[in-house]
């Protein structure tokens, strides 16, 4: 099983970035997609990057480059989320997990076990309903990929508070850990399932 990992945006990407332009998109989820794939890799797990480049990589190509690895795969696309343009604070705050809306059931398994580790580090998640602790939208990514397939929104860029404990250290170690902690307890559930 090989873990993908896919850093949402490229540097020309408009937009995408905190009001103060402390926090830019394309590089925080660079960052974290680093020492989550390190993360992986210390413990013998197979984890790449789809993009490993700084330049926005066109949706398509991204999933051709999934789709390439089979299904003997999953793929977690790591964003920040935004209320607003950007160009504001906005009040919305938080993190949540998405699958698409043609979901499979590991994709399901998957953003649960994610969702749930960040439960266990107390942050808020937000969700459609306290029993259903992820979301379906029609993302791209999720749709046309052919394996397991979650996109994540680590918290809010343009959230005051957000920004500040994304760009701090204990931030930057919360997400990482929620996606190591999520991504592993999914395999391991996965194994029991074969
Ligand atoms: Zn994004």
């Not at 197979?46 to 051709?64: K, S, T, W």
């Not at 439960?119 to 394996?147: D, E, G, H, M």
Request: aromatic residues 8%; proline residues 4%; contains cysteine.
């Amino acid at each position: 099983m090989r873990i993908l990992i896919d850093n949402g945006h490229g540097k020309e990407t408009p937009g995408k970035c905190s009001p103060d332009g402390r926090l830019k998109e394309y590089a925080y989820t660079r960052e974290i997609a680093d020492r989550l794939v390190t993360g992986l890799q210390n413990e013998g797990i197979d984890a790449q990057r789809i993009v490993p480049g700084e330049n926005d990589v066109a949706l398509f190509e991204r999933v051709r480059r999934v789709n390439a690895f089979g299904k003997d795969a999953i793929l977690v696309s790591i964003h920040c989320n935004a209320m607003g343009s950007g160009a504001e604070w906005m009040p919305a705050n938080g993190w949540s997990v998405f699958v698409g809306n043609n979901a499979s059931m590991n994709s399901r398994r998957l953003a649960r076990q994610l969702a749930q580790a960040a439960l266990n580090r107390k942050v808020k998640v937000r969700r459609p309903s306290p029993q259903k602790l992820y979301w379906t939208a029609n993302f791209y990514i999720c749709q046309k990929t052919n394996c397991p397939a979650v996109l994540v929104e680590n918290f809010f860029q343009d959230n005051k508070e957000d920004v500040e404990f994304l760009l701090s250290e204990e931030g930057k170690q919360c997400v990482t850990n929620i996606l190591l902690e999520g991504i592993t307890n999914y395999l391991k559930e996965y194994q029991r399932n074969m």
